[in-house]
T-cell receptor, first 113, second 112 residues
Framework: DQQVKQNSPSLSVQEGRISILNCDYTNSMFDYFLWYKKYPAEGPTFLISISSIKDKNEDGRFTVFLNKSAKHLSLHIVPSQPGDSAVYFCAAKRNSGNTPLVFGKGTRLSVIA | KAGVTQTPRYLIKTRGQQVTLSCSPISGHRSVSWYQQTPGQGLQFLFEYFSETQRNKGNFPGRFSGRQFSNSRSEMNVSTLELGDSALYLC???????????FGSGTQLSVL
């Protein structure tokens, strides 16, 4: 039973354009959401997060949008750069009760120069 | 501050053997979590330790076990290795109260 789903295994975008990565979740108890980026042979690094009390959070070129009614979040990268090429993982958790982060399967983003 | 350190980086074992992986968290972090990453499966949660106690456990067989020491360092053990255990094993630490996890570079385990 996959509680966090990233339905696109891969995405190719031209440099300078917008990258949109999508994530769906099924557990309505999730109230905190994170995106991680992973390069080969490295561990995932935290990118941006959003609490369920917000619907948008922005950090430089990265913006995460949360649609609670649809149980959907998306990560927008504008403008996309070749260095953004990596695997992006969506993760979610319940902020109460010390529950673990649940990750999606990841989306491989390729930014083409 | 030093990051999360995992040793060894690479391991090759044969079926039936057992293996121990090590993780040193960020200084001051009391929570250590372990995840397994296999191609196409994302990161699957194994277990979490906080102050030497297992706080959460994922859906893995009993062959997978772990422990945490008083200095917050953690070890993960896999006994009777199977081919399907070949994966990248990631350790992550947090302060225990924070939402974010900080990951190490992982141990790539190959079972032949």
């Amino acid at each position: 039973d996959q509680q966090v789903k990233q339905n696109s295994p891969s995405l190719s975008v031209q440099e300078g354009r917008i990258s949109i990565l999508n994530c769906d979740y099924t557990n309505s108890m999730f109230d905190y959401f994170l995106w991680y980026k992973k390069y080969p042979a490295e561990g995932p690094t935290f990118l941006i997060s959003i609490s369920s009390i917000k619907d948008k959070n922005e950090d430089g070129r990265f913006t995460v949008f949360l649609n609670k009614s649809a149980k959907h979040l998306s990560l927008h990268i504008v403008p996309s750069q070749p260095g953004d090429s990596a695997v992006y993982f969506c993760a979610a958790k319940r902020n109460s009760g010390n529950t673990p982060l649940v990750f999606g399967k990841g989306t491989r983003l390729s930014v083409i120069a | 501050k030093a990051g999360v350190t995992q040793t060894p980086r690479y391991l090759i074992k044969t079926r039936g053997q057992q293996v121990t992986l090590s993780c040193s968290p960020i200084s001051g972090h009391r929570s250590v979590s372990w995840y397994q990453q296999t191609p196409g499966q994302g990161l699957q949660f194994l277990f979490e330790y906080f102050s030497e106690t297992q706080r959460n456990k994922g859906n893995f067989p009993g062959r997978f076990s772990g422990r945490q020491f008083s200095n917050s360092r953690s070890e993960m053990n896999v006994s009777t290795l199977e081919l399907g255990d070949s994966a990248l094993y990631l350790c992550a630490s947090s302060s225990g109260q924070a939402e974010k996890l900080f990951f190490g570079s992982g141990t790539q385990l190959s079972v032949l």
